[in-house]
């Protein structure tokens, strides 16, 4: 009777009280040949369970800088104010909004009164509402790319003060997701597209992969 052996190193597949060595799991094997380029069929415990756990740092490295990527293309999505830039062609694909709520905190409020009584600008608050605006254009950038965007059209930003106090501050920005057909007319985003393309589709590979191996 022969002996069932590992497919990737040949050592002998055995489970008794004296040793054991058994095959790995399907899904250890596929981080492991995802990981490493490899097509292998089978791991063992003798060569793949310190392989299993490198193969898994390394794709949740990877993840990690996928989703970065990703966040970083985004931010360089184009933004215009106006509905009909010269030169693009692009379809419509829908109205994205986005909002973003912020405190103006007791010492903003100490700070802007006394700008507001000696004439100045508060830069305490300037720099509150910069970040604010900077957070809603970011999250416009993400709705418009789910939609399967590359610009946005038809920027308009509106601020509000919330609260009895009103000691809130919301700013809404809503534009139109789009996606721009000649791609060269916004430069440097024609490559930017495309490796964003790649990358979502790698990552959601990545993530398959590590799924039932999220609490190792």
Known sequence: MSQD???????PIKNNVFSTNKKLLSTAVDVINAANGTKSSGYCNKCGDELFHTSLSKLRSDIRKL???LANSEQS??????????????????LVTAQSVTGTGIFSEVSMSVSDLLGKESESMSSKMKDAENICL?????????????????????????GSLRGMIMICCTGTAVIVKNAAHIGYYKQATSDSETAAKKLEQLLLICEPHELD
């Open 67 to 69: 989703r970065h990527h």
């Open 5 to 11: 052996i590992c497919p990737n190193c040949n050592s």
């Open 138 to 162: 970011a999250r416009l950038r993400h709705e418009a790319t789910v939609m399967g965007g590359n610009a946005v059209v038809g920027l308009s930003l509106t601020y509000a003060e919330m």
């Open 77 to 94: 999505m184009p933004i215009v104010t106006i509905h009909n830039p010269l030169g693009w062609e692009y379809e419509v694909l829908g």
